[in-house]
């Protein structure tokens, strides 16, 4: 029987380049869609899981994070005195329990491997998940529950990837399934980033949330810098993939790469759709804009 999934890695110490200038002096983890920084979303996704431990791979000038799931006592002394009950209970909410909440620094921008590793003691030998933050997924359950129940029917290591339109893979990392693998679970051989279209192993994008054993923490450890002179997880992945099953996992939703401009905007929109006191405004008003 498979160990059971009790913690997440978030990485939150990059600088959110891609989404400059607004992330000059707000993390990219906490802009927001809606009403919600994106951090939140993939927070409460991952206590949906059973996640118990989460822990946050932070960097200078990444301290609004740390405050976000802390008390703000004038805030809420203040929202307490003026009898705003609705909105304090959104204020309170994302207080994660003592202990149930580690940071951690990523001293040197090394890449999404290197955060990894950061996170390697606090973890321990067990079995453990990743959230890129950046990714919100819509879908009921969350994605990452979708994947802890399938982790523990067959164990081994799990990537989470969805369908993209077969002219496209070359903008995506795309896994390569096992000869005659079907279905929304199927055993996996390799990844590819952005492969030409010709070529591509197939129309399965790799979408920001992973199972993976406690042996990539070795393997990360002696990765050499790759792409981008950074330490890069898929290398430390491909090299786990030689000595144990991967599996990637089709899960039921949508993603959204927040990271991106066009793919936040995206992102409010479909969220807000969701939304039962913004869905006929947002939709009467799309119509007009557009």
């Not at 990059?14 to 200038?21: E, K, N, Y």
């Not at 906490?30 to 946050?56: F, Q």
């Not at 951690?104 to 067990?126: M, S, Y």
């Not at 919100?136 to 081994?156: N, S, T």
Request: net charge negative; proline share 6%.
């Amino acid at each position: 029987m498979s160990a059971t999934v009790k913690k997440v890695v978030i990485p939150v110490a990059g600088f959110g380049s891609r989404v400059l200038p607004a992330t000059k002096a707000t993390p990219k983890e906490l802009l927001p869609v809606v009403d919600k920084p994106l951090l939140e979303y993939v927070v409460d996704e991952a206590l949906e899981a059973g996640i118990e431990h989460i822990v946050m791979i932070t960097g200078r000038g990444k301290g609004a994070i740390e405050d976000y799931f802390d008390h703000a006592y004038e805030l809420e002394d203040a929202l307490k005195a003026k009898k705003k009950d609705a909105i304090l209970e959104t204020v309170v909410k994302p207080i994660l329990a003592p202990g149930a909440v580690s940071f951690t620094r990523q001293q040197v921008p090394a890449g999404l491997g290197h955060a990894i590793w950061c996170a390697r003691d606090i973890v321990g030998n067990e079995p453990f998940a990743i959230s890129l933050p950046d990714v919100i997924i819509r879908g009921k359950p969350g994605a990452l529950k979708q994947m802890v129940d399938e982790y523990a029917k067959v164990g081994g290591n799990m990537i989470a990837v969805e369908e993209v339109p077969e002219d496209q893979v070359n903008k995506y990392g795309i896994i390569a399934p096992k000869e005659g693998a079907s279905g929304d679970l199927m055993e996996m051989t390799g990844m590819v980033e952005k492969p030409p279209v010709e070529t591509a192993p197939s129309n399965l994008s790799i979408t920001g949330r992973y199972i993976l054993q406690p042996e990539i923490f070795g393997l990360l450890a002696k990765t050499e810098r790759g792409a981008g002179n950074e330490i890069q997880l898929t290398d430390a992945m491909a090299e786990l993939m030689k000595q144990q099953q991967f599996f990637a996992y089709r899960f039921k939703g949508e993603s959204h790469d927040c990271g991106d401009k066009l793919g936040w905007l995206k992102a409010n929109m479909a969220f807000a759709k969701d939304r039962e006191e913004f869905a006929a405004g947002l939709a009467d008003y799309a119509k007009e804009l557009f």
